[in-house]
């Protein structure tokens, strides 16, 4: 009696809470096609095969996504414009600084030499040392085969970096000045300063 008593109380006071009911995923089970053994040969039956393909196929279709922004550019008013919002480019660097803006500038050789070329390249680049009219000392390249340059010959110097030579931003024009044209040039002669050969 007295555990029947004491059941009836601790129900009639305790608030019974239902439990989540928790979903436990079954495994995937494979859906074999059944094999039959027939003259040492194995057939399938193509009806099971057909159906377990088309259950994995998804049955949503295909949207693709968008690969580009939806937001609209917004570019700059008259109003803005006119106050001044745009900004300048920088300025580049000049390949020629020495010239300051003009095509050529006149030298005066201070010495001739050597320069090694940069990897891959191998043999003996002619140079010299140029001091312009402008005060500024620079070396330059001495194009094509043989020069007169000397100690104090007078020269013309225009722009243009050769390419393997770190530090040589300038080239000295041949046929002006003192500086000669190239020998016995056919191809290219306004560039080595070289007359047209008289023919015979």
């Known amino acids: 009696m007295a555990t029947t008593l004491c059941s009836r109380t601790l129900i009639r006071h305790r608030t019974i809470i239902p439990k989540p009911t928790i979903r436990v995923r079954q495994p995937y089970q494979r859906q074999f096609a059944s ?9 399938t039956s193509p009806s099971l095969y057909r159906s377990s393909i088309l259950s994995k196929l998804p049955t949503t279709p295909f949207t693709p996504t968008r690969t580009f922004t939806s937001t609209y550019l917004r570019q700059a008013t008259y109003n803005q414009v006119r106050r001044g919002c745009r900004k300048e480019q920088r300025a580049r660097r000049g390949r020629s ?15 001739t030499g050597i320069t090694k070329p940069k990897k891959p390249n191998s043999g003996e680049r002619k140079t010299a040392r140029i001091r312009l009219s402008s005060g500024r000392v620079v070396t330059a390249y001495i194009p094509g085969e043989g020069h007169n340059v000397q100690q104090h010959s007078v020269v013309m110097v225009r722009g243009g ?3 393997d030579c770190p530090g040589v931003k300038y080239h000295l ?8 044209g190239v020998a016995n040039r056919l191809t290219s002669r306004s560039k080595y300063g070289t007359k047209k050969p008289k023919a015979d």
Do not use: W, Y
């Not at 600084?97 to 010495?111: F, H, S």
């Not at 024009?173 to 000669?180: E, H, I, P, Y």
């Open 161 to 163: 970096r050769a390419q």
């Open 173 to 180: 024009v041949r046929g002006a000045l003192d500086l000669g």
């Open 35 to 43: 094999f039959t053994r027939s003259n040492n040969s194995i057939s």
């Open 97 to 111: 600084p020495a010239l300051a803006n003009r095509p050529e500038m006149k030298g005066v050789c201070l010495k």
